[in-house]
């Protein structure tokens, strides 16, 4: 791993799977996971798929940082999902091996009070509040254990650039059609306190429908607001859209 990385890596095991540690967080830690809790809240109603609202409405998570072994109790018994408690950002195989295990690793630090509105590497915060949710969607939960299935045969392909771009337009920052217009469903969107009004009402980014192989060929930015983003017509339209084999999709790409 990285050495700059901000989690404590040296008690992880083989997998990146740690101990969470809940009784460790301090009382502060709580105090801002609420802060950034009812921050977002007030955002998600109007920005928000409504498979992520209906979700999260299950979960009492709003008043401090969640006990992973609870979360993942439910988790099992509706999708066959569970939370791993990991250090921070992980190796791309052992990423893609717990996904295609039905396990989301989640991080178990939480930022800091001056990194209140934009933090560079995925914390406790992200990682539940905008992946965790839409786990308890079966529909959600099916295509992210295949695209686990997927990173694992794309290392062997040396394709893993062109899938976390999909990964990226996706899981992170996609964006989906409903009845009440285009919203969010990326994690990336809805633990963000600015690009998630920004993605939906702003009128500079581009708001292009699903293309499989045009979001393969698409460089995407780390540090600032996305200029595009693709938009799904539900979650089943998704699973439609990846389920063919991607190999020859890789070699296109690659060979353009």
């Known amino acids: 791993m990285k050495s700059d990385l901000r989690g404590?890596?040296?008690?992880?095991?083989?997998?990146f799977a740690v101990e969470q540690a809940w009784a460790k967080y301090t009382p502060e830690e709580h105090a801002?996971?609420?802060r950034l809790f009812e921050r977002q809240s007030k955002l998600v109603p109007r920005y928000a798929c409504p498979e992520w609202i209906e979700a999260i409405a299950g979960l009492d998570a709003a008043h401090e940082i969640p006990r992973f072994d609870e979360i993942s109790k439910n988790l099992r018994?509706?999708?066959g999902w569970e939370i791993v408690a990991v250090p921070g950002l992980i190796p791309d195989e052992a990423f893609f091996t717990h996904l295609a295990n039905r396990r989301f690793p989640v991080t178990v630090w939480l930022r800091r009070p001056e990194e209140f509105d934009y933090i560079v590497e995925p914390d406790?915060?992200?990682d539940f509040f905008g992946h965790v949710p839409l786990l308890f969607d079966r529909t959600y939960a099916d295509h992210l254990h295949e695209y686990g299935k997927g990173g694992l045969k794309a290392m062997r392909l040396a394709a893993v650039k062109m899938l976390a771009r999909l990964y990226w337009y996706t899981i992170e920052f996609g964006l989906m059609k409903t009845p009440a217009g285009v919203r969010a469903y990326g994690a990336g969107l809805l633990s963000s306190g600015g690009e998630l009004a920004y993605c939906v009402d702003d009128p500079k980014p581009r708001r292009l429908p699903f293309d499989l192989e045009r979001i393969m060929r698409t460089e995407y930015i780390i540090d600032r607001y996305q200029e595009t983003y693709f938009v799904i017509d539900s979650f089943e339209h998704?699973?439609?859209?990846t389920?063919?084999?991607?190999t020859p999709i890789y070699a296109r790409i690659r060979h353009s």
């Open 32 to 34: 801002l996971y609420r």
């Open 77 to 79: 018994s509706k999708t």
């Open 124 to 126: 406790v915060f992200h």
């Open 8 to 15: 404590d890596y040296s008690s992880a095991a083989p997998d």
């Open 243 to 246: 389920a063919p084999d991607f």
């Open 238 to 241: 998704l699973m439609r859209e």
